[in-house]
């Protein structure tokens, strides 16, 4: 079974934190993703990355960055945590071939107070 | 840029009746994918399209996509209380086969 795993269910930061959220695939996966959801507004795209030390920006990647060091590994950082990044934060793993599944992780909720 | 509308945002539904919802991308796809996100829990692919015209079933659940692959469709016949969430259709656009492109979702409620 493919797992896409997320270091946190909930989280609870105070404005102005720097906030890591980790997502780690055991199916070696080449393309991994970072999407917040929130209510009406569906899932929307932060950051995605294809290979190791490569990034795109997504449709909202203000206040976000990521690195993927290692292929399995995909962080999503938010500089300076401000309430507004109040939201389901889900991570996503696929393959490259066209039209592949995407695999997400349980999501963290993170609530800046 | 390239959107998929979603149709209707939210639906309940009585325990036997059936539904549908339908996407409608701006552009052509490469091919569509369905998920299903129960209440509290996170989207799980239930099945991709990719040939026009395509028709696919999963036991009560029908998917289509269309002839001119912009537009698709998932219906449950005779819904049960176990198909209650949130519906997905996302499209991998042509020539960009890394990103998909989300539809907002249909919420389902089946009142028993």
């Known amino acids: 079974d493919v797992k896409v795993t997320q270091s946190s269910r909930y989280l609870v930061k105070r404005t102005g934190e720097k906030v890591f959220l980790e997502c780690v695939q055991d199916m070696d996966h080449e393309n991994m993703f970072w999407y917040r959801q929130d209510p009406g507004l569906g899932l929307r795209l932060i950051y995605f990355s294809y290979d190791v030390k490569m990034k795109e920006k997504g449709d909202i990647p203000e206040g976000y960055s990521v690195s993927r060091e290692k292929k399995e590994r995909f962080s999503l950082i938010l500089e300076s945590a401000s309430t507004n990044q109040t939201s389901m934060y889900l991570c996503?793993?696929?393959?490259?071939?066209?039209?592949?599944?995407?695999?997400f992780g349980q999501g963290t909720r993170l609530t800046v107070v | 840029g390239q959107q998929v509308m979603q149709i209707p945002q939210y639906q309940h539904v009585q325990e036997g009746e059936d539904f549908t919802t339908y996407c409608n991308s701006s552009t052509t796809l490469s091919n569509i994918q369905w998920y299903k996100q129960r209440p509290g829990g996170h989207p799980v692919f239930l099945i991709q399209?990719?040939?026009s015209g395509e028709v696919k079933k999963q036991k009560r659940l029908t998917f289509q996509f269309g002839e001119a692959k912009k537009n698709s469709s998932l219906h449950i016949t005779a819904t049960q209380t176990t198909d209650v969430g949130t519906y997905f259709c996302a499209g991998t656009g042509a020539g960009n086969n890394r990103k998909l492109i989300w539809g907002l979702g249909t919420s389902l409620g089946v009142n028993p």
């Open positions: 996503a793993s696929s393959f490259t071939r066209a039209g592949t599944e995407a695999f």
């Open positions: 399209l990719v040939k």
